[in-house]
C-alpha cells in the first residue's frame, strides 16, 4: 500500500497561497500542524489535502480568524 501524504492549503482567501510542509500518514487517525507568523486579527482559510498514490482527496475549506 502507498503511504498518505497530507498537507494543508492556507490563505487569506479561499484560493490559499500557502501550503504546510507535506506529513506522511500511517495510520488513521487526526493530523495536527502549526501555522506560524499569521497576521494578527485576520480571517484565514483552510483545508486540507491528501494524497494516496494516484488518489487526491480535497476537504472542505474552512475558516478561523486569529486572535490580537
Known amino acids: ?25 500511517t495510520k488513521n487517525g487526526a493530523v495536527l ?11 484565514y ?3 486540507a489535502v491528501a494524497v494516496r498514490g494516484s488518489i487526491t482527496t480535497t476537504a472542505n475549506i474552512t475558516s478561523f480568524v486569529t486572535s490580537k
Open 33 to 43: 500542524s502549526t501555522l506560524t507568523g499569521l497576521s494578527p486579527q485576520t480571517q
Open 45 to 47: 482559510f483552510v483545508r
Open 1 to 25: 500500500t502507498s503511504p498518505t501524504t497530507i498537507i494543508f492549503e492556507y490563505g487569506t482567501s479561499d484560493t490559499f497561497g500557502s501550503a504546510t510542509a507535506p506529513i506522511n500518514v
